[in-house]
């Protein structure tokens, strides 16, 4: 590092931070605009983008329908965040936050809003009985992992990610600092992968669902470009789950949901039955043209 900064007594906001992110930072809360959401047909109605926080919700209803949870049917709404949709007024309501994903369950009077990720999970879990161990052992190991990823993800995020890939300018310190402890987290991982199929046990979980997006994808490649730095083949049990976990349907799926970068046939920007997978290909070349 080059340069040393000095920080004032009292910090202002008197310009962006740079990086692709910038337009998405500030340091106040609370909405900028009005602006109302759609509703669609199923009660549960899902505003979103196909960030790994935002893939654990669409695999997580994906794999309860496909489980043969009918009442998990939803409406997934695309939020571009960086358009600002994050900071409508509706949406504020939901999530006062202003983060994907939030859920809105119209099943229940007055509609119920859930909002982080790894609490729309539980309450998924918990509202229709899958994928979370009922054997009190086995949920708080469960809940253990889930927890874990909602903790050290941020590091992963928004220290590797955002300092190796996003960042206006490298610096050695902060890539030094936070790759040290994504390999460190990996580990974690692969020792426990060693001993267990799935992160939790024997059992397929949202430990599983949450954890994937953000690590698996990391291991199969799809995050940072940084499969190399990381030598990430070097974690050969977390690579194992990455892909046995990749080749589920449900997940498949589940990766499309409010997806708008990649491959085209691999999009979907709303989802509002099982039926828009089978016409995504042809809805969004139209869309494209």
């Known amino acids: 590092m080059t340069e040393t900064y000095t920080p004032p007594r009292v910090w202002t906001w008197d310009k962006d931070s740079g990086g692709p992110f910038a337009s998405i930072n500030r340091p106040i809360a609370g909405a900028t605009h009005d602006k109302a959401l759609p509703v669609g047909q199923h009660p549960l109605q899902l505003y979103s983008l196909a960030t790994p926080n935002g893939q654990k919700v669409t695999i997580l209803l994906e794999e309860l329908l496909a489980a043969g949870v009918n009442d998990a049917e939803y409406d997934a709404w695309l939020i571009r965040i960086g358009d600002g949709d994050q ?27 859930i909002f982080e990720s790894g609490s729309i999970l539980l309450y998924l879990a918990e509202k229709f009985g899958k994928f979370l161990p009922t054997d009190p052992a086995a949920r708080t190991e469960a809940l253990n992992w889930l927890f874990w990823q909602m903790g050290a993800g941020p590091l992963l995020g928004g220290g590797f990610g955002h300092f190796f890939a996003y960042a206006p300018e490298k610096y050695e310190y902060p890539i030094n600092r936070y790759t040290m402890e994504v390999k460190r987290q990996l580990d974690v991982l692969d020792r426990r992968l060693a001993e267990h199929e799935y992160i939790a046990g024997a059992n ?21 470009d940084a499969a190399e730095f990381l030598d990430v083949a070097s974690y050969k049990n977390v690579l194992r789950w990455a892909q046995q976990i990749d080749a589920r349907p449900a997940v498949q799926r589940g990766r499309m949901v409010n997806k708008v970068n990649g491959p085209l046939e691999e999009q979907l920007h709303e989802r509002h039955d099982a039926g828009d997978f089978a016409t995504k290909t042809q809805d969004n070349v139209e869309g494209a043209a």
């Open 204 to 224: 397929y979980s949202i430990a599983d669902i949450a954890i994937w997006p953000w690590y698996g994808g990391l291991v199969l490649g799809r995050a940072y």
């Open 87 to 113: 900071f409508g007024s509706d949406f504020v309501a939901i999530n006062p936050n202003s983060k994907i994903p939030a859920l809105l369950d119209h099943s229940v009077s007055p509609p119920q809003r």
